[in-house]
T-cell receptor
């Protein structure tokens, strides 16, 4: 039972345009969401996060939006740069008693120069 | 400051062989984790250690054992490797077990079981 889903395995975006990566979840007890970025042959690195009490969090070119009613979050990258080409994982944290992360399956983003 | 290191980077085993994956962190973190990454499955938690001296099962613990040797080191052992354990294994660490704490990942170990 995949509680965190990234339905797009891959996404290609022109350099300079906006990249939008999507993530859906099924567990309403998730209260904190994160995005990790992974380059080939490296471990994932933390990118940005959002608490369930917010609907938006911004950090430079990266913005994460959370729609709790739809159980949906998205990562916007503006403008997209070639160095953004990587696999992006969304992850969700459960509430007290189950605070480990549940990861999605990942979306491979390719930025076309 | 190396962060999280893992050895070996690559390993090929035959079915039934055993091996230990090593992980060490130099960030004075309390919590450490072992994940596996499989195509189409994302990262799945195998075992974790909230603090030195404690270990707990994650989502997919069967076929694995772990040891939290000290605060720095957390090893993962496959006693009798099976082809289903072919995967990329990542070790991670964080200050606390709470998922809101940033986890720092090692570079991974690519394991193939024939």
């Amino acid at each position: 039972d995949q509680q965190v889903k990234q339905n797009s395995p891959s996404l290609s975006v022109q350099e300079g345009r906006i990249s939008i990566l999507n993530c859906d979840y099924t567990n309403s007890m998730f209260d904190y969401f994160l995005w990790y970025k992974k380059y080939p042959a490296e471990g994932p690195t933390f990118l940005i996060s959002i608490s369930s009490i917010k609907d938006k969090n911004e950090d430079g070119r990266f913005t994460v939006f959370l729609n709790k009613s739809a159980k949906h979050l998205s990562l916007h990258i503006v403008p997209s740069q070639p160095g953004d080409s990587a696999v992006y994982f969304c992850a969700a944290r459960g509430d007290f008693g189950n605070e480990k992360l549940t990861f999605g399956t990942g979306t491979r983003l390719t930025i076309i120069p | 400051n190396a962060g999280v290191t893992q050895t070996p980077k690559f390993q090929v085993l035959k079915t039934g062989q055993s091996m230990t994956l090593q992980c060490a962190q130099d960030m004075n973190h309390n919590s450490m984790y072992w994940y596996r990454q499989d195509p189409g499955m994302g990262l799945r938690l195998i075992y974790y250690s909230a603090s030195e001296g404690t270990t707990d099962k994650g989502e997919v613990p069967n076929g694995y054992n772990v040891s939290r040797l000290n605060k720095r080191e957390f090893s993962l052992r496959l006693e009798s490797a099976a082809p289903s354990q072919t995967s990329v294994y990542f070790c991670a660490s964080s200050f606390r077990t709470s998922g809101s704490d940033t986890q720092y990942f090692g570079p991974g170990t690519r394991l193939t079981v024939l």
